[in-house]
C-alpha cells in the first residue's frame, strides 16, 4: 500500500465552481500535514498546512481526519490560476512523503 | 535570496554514462533531500541528510549516491546512468523543526 495515496483527477471546472478532494495516508504515527501546489513543470510550493482543527487561507479549506487517515482540500469561487496539480504531503519525522497529486483545471 | 539552486537545469546522458547532480542551499537547513518525479507520477525520495556527514536511503536509492560534507552542499551522484533514470530530479532543503521545504528548479535528465 503506498504510504499516501490521492483521487489523480482531472477535476476539470468552471471559474467560481467549489472543487474539493481527498487524501489518505498509511502511518497513523504521521506527525504533520501540509498541501503543496506544482505547476507545470516546475517545483513544488507549498499552498498550506493543514491543521487538526482545520484550516483556512482565503479560499482555500484544509480538513483533517486522523481517525480515518485522511486530509482534503477544497476550493472556493475557484479562478483560472488555480489550475495545477495539488500534493498531499505527510511528514513522518525527517522526511516527506508525496501523494501523486490531483489535477485541476479551472475553465473560463 | 538564492534559496536551493540545482544545476544543471537539462542534461542528456548515454547509457553507462555517469554524472553530478548539484545542490545548494543558502538557508542553513538541516535537512535537505532528493526526489524523483517521473511523468504523471509524485515524488519519489531518492536519498536523504539530516545534517552534514549524514545522510540515508529513501524510496528508490539503487544507482544513486550522495554526500553531505557541507551544511550547504549535498550533491547527488548517479553512475552507469540507464534509461530508468530518465527523470526530474529535485532537490530540497527544510530547517530543523521547519514545516515547509524549499524547492530547486529541477535537473531534467534524460538517458539514451
Known amino acids: 500500500r503506498k504510504e499516501v495515496e490521492q483521487d489523480p483527477g482531472p477535476f476539470n471546472v468552471p471559474e467560481g465552481a467549489t472543487v474539493a478532494f481527498n487524501c489518505t495516508y498509511s502511518?497513523?504515527?504521521?506527525?504533520?500535514f501540509f498541501w503543496y501546489r506544482q505547476d507545470c513543470r516546475k517545483e513544488p510550493k507549498l499552498l498550506m498546512s493543514?491543521?487538526?482543527s482545520g484550516n483556512e487561507d482565503g479560499r482555500f479549506t484544509a480538513q483533517l481526519n486522523r481517525a480515518s487517515q485522511y486530509i482534503s482540500l477544497l476550493i472556493r469561487d475557484s479562478k483560472l490560476s488555480d489550475s495545477a496539480t495539488y500534493l498531499c504531503?505527510?511528514?513522518?519525522?525527517?522526511?516527506?512523503?508525496f501523494g501523486a497529486g490531483t489535477t485541476v483545471t479551472v475553465r473560463a | 535570496n538564492a534559496g536551493v539552486t540545482q544545476t544543471p537545469k537539462f542534461r542528456i546522458l548515454k547509457i553507462g554514462q555517469s554524472m553530478t547532480l548539484q545542490c545548494t542551499q543558502d538557508?542553513?537547513?538541516?535537512?535537505m533531500y532528493w526526489y524523483r518525479q517521473d511523468p504523471g507520477m509524485g515524488l519519489k525520495l531518492i536519498y536523504y541528510?539530516?545534517?552534514?556527514?549524514?545522510?540515508d536511503k529513501g524510496e528508490v536509492p539503487n544507482g544513486y549516491n550522495v554526500s553531505r560534507s557541507t551544511t550547504e552542499d549535498f550533491p547527488l551522484r548517479l553512475e552507469l546512468a540507464a534509461p530508468s533514470q530518465t527523470s526530474v530530479y529535485f532537490c530540497?532543503?527544510?530547517?530543523?523543526?521547519?514545516?515547509?521545504?524549499?524547492f530547486g528548479q529541477g535537473t531534467r535528465l534524460t538517458v539514451v
Open positions: 493543514v491543521y487538526s
Open positions: 504531503v505527510v511528514n513522518e519525522g525527517y522526511k516527506l512523503s
Open positions: 530540497a532543503s527544510r530547517s530543523l523543526g521547519g514545516t515547509e521545504a524549499f
Open positions: 541528510s539530516v545534517g552534514a556527514g549524514i545522510t
Open positions: 538557508m542553513n537547513h538541516n535537512y
Open positions: 502511518n497513523s504515527a504521521s506527525q504533520s
